[in-house]
């Protein structure tokens, strides 16, 4: 017998129709035993999440002002899933438990916290599984960061006592015994540590897409949905702002060799993404697995006659970068030129600065700062193996007649990094996607 984790996001969990899908997904399966819950997420546009109505609610209720009205509206949100699912559950006594700790300053985590709580509650209810509260598996560090070593262990003693159960996500325990949280979307992260502790043979992660798509579908009309896609790949997109999972959900699952698998509760029989480790082979359908970008970059561009000729010139050009506490993303460089992409958060505004540190500090001939670039990543386990894929991304661009202000390929080879003006941002991305995915269809 295999042993599933299953996460549910917010909005697979926004509404009684909504946990009545979980509820045929998860009996579908017997192997499904462990089941996290987000908070109830947004039932319609404009709708809010119930996580913003507890952290609203709490910030009223620390400032001394009459928070009964925004409580109200919480709790009427749980107990018409209650109502809508006909259960005979009474929330009543938790309700005034939270209350209370609102009244008294318990927290601003402990507070979202009970989005989380809650709806596990109602779900393990409905479900018949036992109820198993994170702050006795999940530990944060004394300095805040997370203890993964602890959880995995207690998640794994604890859950050895349960066969089935509901573990709110979100959340844990600080040493003291507060409550603290991840940072947003976490329950992704509270996923992956339950399959690790109990080492899963597979964390399916329930939400309302169809998994990863191959590109962003508000630039290109009805892109692929990616198929299997690797966690190094993975990380590559994610850091380029593909997002559908959070970041930190990779690595503990990572570490395991635990597969992840996307999925939609409103069609749970679509197969989703498949993240893996490996593949066979490293075997992928397409020579790239996906296209994804940012915009707001912006490249600092040095040139210097014989830069390459004296030593310690990248170490004295990242001492003034540290002085002028920029962080970089990229750092391609030429013969007698470098040129340095920040997030232009940094820079804008301040660009005389800028110049007039670097050129001191290297003593360059030339510095300019260039606003308004936009990043392209075209991901790739695939490419490793294939000539010209470079060749092919290069000509695909330039037959929209964009120019390529920058280029950098990872030395992982799974990756190459294009940068291009933000106005030309969009047709690049779809000209790049007709090059891989309509000509290899
Ligand atoms: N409910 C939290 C949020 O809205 C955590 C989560 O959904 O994963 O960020």
């Not at 990380?235 to 939609?264: C, K, W």
């Not at 799974?414 to 106005?423: H, M, S």
Request: aromatic share 10%; glycine share 8%; proline share 3%.
């Amino acid at each position: 017998m295999a042993l599933i984790i299953a996460k549910f996001g917010g909005s697979s969990l926004a509404d009684a129709e909504h946990f009545k899908k979980v509820y045929d997904i998860v009996k579908s399966n017997p192997d499904r035993r462990y089941v996290i819950p987000s908070a109830p997420g947004k039932r319609f546009d404009g709708d809010t999440k119930v996580t913003d109505m507890l952290y609203d609610c709490y910030a009223k209720a620390s400032e001394g002002e009459d928070f009964a009205e925004d409580f109200q509206k919480i709790t009427d949100r749980f107990d018409s899933i209650i109502d809508g699912l006909g259960l005979d559950l009474d929330l009543t006594p938790e309700y005034q438990k939270i209350r209370l700790a609102f009244e008294n300053a318990a927290g601003r985590d402990y507070a979202a916290s009970r989005g989380e709580y809650l709806n596990g509650m109602i779900l393990a209810y409905y479900l018949g599984y036992d109820f198993v509260d994170a702050a006795k598996c999940v530990r944060f560090n004394e300095n805040g960061s997370f203890n993964s070593d602890f959880t995995i262990e207690k998640t794994a003693e604890h859950l050895s006592h349960h066969f089935c159960g509901v573990i709110p996500g979100f959340y844990g325990k600080m040493p003291n015994d507060t409550i603290k949280t991840f940072s947003r979307g976490g329950s992704d992260i509270t996923g992956s540590l339950v399959a690790r502790g109990v080492n899963a043979d597979l964390y399916e992660n329930w939400t309302d897409v169809n998994g990863f798509l191959v590109a962003d579908p508000r630039i290109v009309r009805n892109p692929s949905r990616i198929e299997t896609i690797t966690y190094k790949e993975l990380r590559e997109l994610s850091y380029m702002g593909a997002t559908v999972l959070h970041e930190d959900a990779i690595f503990p699952v990572h570490q395991a060799g635990i597969p992840i698998n996307i999925r939609n509760t409103n069609d749970p029989a679509d197969p989703g993404t498949m993240i893996v480790r490996k593949t066979p082979e490293q075997k992928a359908a397409h020579h790239v697995t996906g296209i994804a970008g940012k915009k707001g970059f912006s490249i600092i561009s040095i040139e210097k006659a014989m830069m390459n000729s004296g030593s310690g010139f990248v170490r004295r050009l990242l001492t003034a970068l540290e002085e002028l506490d920029i962080p970089f993303e990229h750092l391609p460089s030429g013969i007698d030129t470098m040129s340095i992409v920040v997030d232009s958060a940094y820079v804008q505004g301040r660009e005389q600065q800028v110049i007039d540190t670097i050129t001191k500090a290297v003593e360059a001939d030339h510095v300019s700062v260039d606003n308004h670039l936009g990043l392209i990543a075209v991901v790739g386990r695939g490419m490793i193996r294939a000539a010209g894929t470079a060749a092919r991304v290069f000509a695909a661009v330039a037959r929209q007649n964009i120019n390529l202000r920058m280029i950098d390929q990872g030395s992982s080879e799974l990756n190459i990094i294009i940068g291009v003006d933000e106005a030309s941002f969009d047709d690049a991305v779809r000209a790049i996607y007709t090059e891989f995915f309509h000509k290899e269809a």
